[in-house]
Each structure stands twice: as structure tokens, then as C-alpha cells.
């Protein structure tokens, strides 16, 4: 069975390449804002999904590894994919939509929530690309008072 990638499958494309990266994060409302650094190799799989692996500091210092798959799903007509992280036993499933303008990927999530332990919580990751060089990762929490929070925000530019 031989899928020919479509046109979502293309704008994936443009995440393929080496990045560098600086975080921002803010875990709680009365902590200090946190940075981090690191690099990210995104390489494309049959032309259908990409394969985004992060290596890095966090927020606090400590090392990590991530890795981010997303694809397009024609039968669902949404994008899907998966994330996991070194420091984390948690794998978080995605699925979102492109903007009209098809510069900005919205990913939502469920996981673990921030706020305690046995308690779910809704997520999404925003990918906004600036340029071809710079795109923006922005990540979401839906708080109790039912409105959206900003808690990271990561610059990703393509290494030169």
C-alpha cells in the first residue's frame, strides 16, 4: 500500500533540518521564569511524518532527550502524533488542525496536570513559523478558571 503524501503532509516538511532552540517556562504562578537550551533534529519518514528528536538542558538544569512524531491523518482530516521526553514517564497523544494561513499548527493534548499528581489536564502546543529559519513553540494549560494559560515558550531557529 503506497500513500502519496498529500498536502499537509508537505507543510510538515518545512519542520525537517537542525535547529537550535531557547525555552522559556514559567511552572507556577509564583516561580521565578526559567531558560533552557538545545538542539533539535527533525528528519522526514516516507514523506508522511516527521520525526523531531530534542537533546537539551530543562528548565532547572537538568539534561534531557525528546522525541516529537506528527503526521496527517486524511481519514480524520487532522494531524496527530506523539511526544515523549527522557525525564518523563508520560506519552502524550496529539491531534490539531492547521490555521488558514498555514503558518500556525495547533496541537491539543490530555496529560498529567502541574497542579497535582492524580489529575488530568487539557494541553496544546502551538507551532507558529516566523520564517523559513524561525518558527515559535508555544504550550498551553487549560486551568481550572476554564481559560487558557501560556507556561512555555521555545525559539526555534535553523542552524545555519
Do not use: C
Amino acid at each position: 500500500m503506497k500513500i502519496e503524501p498529500q498536502h499537509e503532509h508537505q507543510w510538515l516538511q518545512k519542520l525537517v533540518g537542525e535547529w537550535t532552540y531557547e525555552i522559556e517556562a514559567v511552572m507556577g504562578s509564583d516561580q521565578p521564569t526559567e531558560t533552557a537550551t538545545g538542539t533539535e533534529s527533525v528528519r522526514s519518514l516516507g514523506g508522511l511524518w516527521i520525526l523531531a528528536e530534542g537533546q537539551g538542558n530543562m528548565p532547572g538544569g537538568d539534561t534531557a532527550t525528546t522525541m516529537m512524531t506528527i503526521g496527517y491523518n486524511p481519514q480524520k482530516r487532522q494531524y496527530v502524533g506523539t511526544w515523549v521526553g527522557s525525564m518523563m514517564t508520560y506519552l502524550w497523544l496529539y491531534n490539531g488542525e492547521l490555521d488558514a494561513s498555514e503558518t500556525v499548527l495547533t496541537l491539543n493534548s490530555e496529560g498529567p496536570a502541574m497542579s497535582a499528581e492524580d489529575k488530568m489536564a487539557q494541553y496544546k502546543d502551538v507551532i507558529e513559523f516566523k520564517n523559513d529559519d524561525h518558527r515559535v513553540l508555544t504550550s498551553h494549560v487549560l486551568g481550572d478558571d476554564g481559560k487558557w494559560h501560556q507556561f512555555m515558550t521555545a525559539h526555534y531557529r535553523r542552524k545555519q
